[in-house]
């Protein structure tokens, strides 16, 4: 396994799935005739109509190995936001051997790795937890690495001119029938989009659509157009699930971390 696969995981394993609310019922999941629970059923609906999003989700994760899992299993879009995309992402030439330099260095300048946060859209592709709190006008993003939140403005508001440049931007949306269409910019410049270091620059603008497909599964489909760094836009798709019986719990990247220091590289 590439040291880069077995450095990300190693910085996820200490996380004690365990250590969560496990067995505390998560209120108002659809069951079947029969008692089963039914997460095929119909997404909830808000008061107005409008599918709510409400809930914690969780990216795929990759099938065990024989010789048995970590605590959390990546997928391959962890790695490489861009590994659904037939012919990989569209570099610009910088960016290409940027990636490049990256991989053969470990990521050791992930911002990940230095305690920063996922940011936007990475966080859709980290194995870690996020709980969707959806109310009128407004959705927010929990996020269980590094205890983060994000905003996604639900009236319509404009996204600002001249923003301060942030870790998850700036999100207004607009609903497409029941496809949440999510705007955002004010991006900082040399975000991470993935382990391998897919660059983000300043120049960014991601369009995020939220479809809730029904009770357990959620399709989150990415554009980003940042010229500076790609060719052209470029799409993904990333399946997000339900999960029940747990909640967050606090986990932050620098709190009793062994493994910065057996890391190679400044």
């Not at 969560?20 to 069951?31: D, E, I």
């Not at 809930?55 to 299993?73: A, H, K, L, S, V």
């Not at 053969?104 to 996922?118: F, H, I, L, N, Y």
């Not at 659509?209 to 790609?230: E, L, S």
Request: proline share 9%; hydrophobic share 35%; glycine share 8%.
């Amino acid at each position: 396994m590439p040291l880069s696969i077995l450095v990300a995981l190693a910085l996820l394993a200490w996380v004690p799935a365990q250590a969560q609310w496990l067995n505390y019922p998560t209120a108002g999941v659809p069951k079947t005739p029969s008692g089963l629970l039914n997460l095929g059923a119909p997404a909830p609906r808000t008061a107005d109509g409008k599918p709510d999003f409400s809930g914690i989700w969780q990216t795929e994760e990759r099938p065990c190995p024989p010789e048995g899992c970590f605590d959390m299993q990546t997928s391959a879009q962890f790695l490489d936001i861009g590994a659904k995309i037939k012919g990989g992402l569209p570099y610009q030439p910088w960016a290409a051997a940027l990636v490049k330099q990256r991989i053969a260095e470990s990521g050791k300048d992930d911002q990940e790795t230095q305690c920063g946060p996922s940011g936007v859209p990475r966080q859709h592709v980290h194995p870690t937890l996020r709980k969707f709190i959806q109310v009128q006008d407004l959705l927010i993003v929990l996020s269980e690495r590094n205890i983060t939140f994000r905003q996604i403005f639900l009236d319509g508001r404009a996204l600002p001119k001249d923003p301060l440049p942030t870790w998850n931007g700036y999100s207004s949306a607009k609903w497409d029938g029941d496809t949440l269409v999510v705007e955002s910019n004010g991006f900082r410049d040399g975000l991470w989009l993935d382990r391998n270091g897919s660059p983000m620059t300043d120049a960014a603008k991601v369009t995020e659509r939220f479809h809730r497909i029904n009770y357990g599964n959620m399709d989150v489909q990415i554009t980003v157009d940042d010229p500076k760094a790609y060719t052209a836009p470029w799409t993904t798709n990333i399946p997000q699930f339900i999960v029940l019986n747990t909640d967050l719990l606090d986990q932050i990247c620098s709190e009793n971390d062994k493994d910065v220091g057996h890391l190679v590289g400044k």
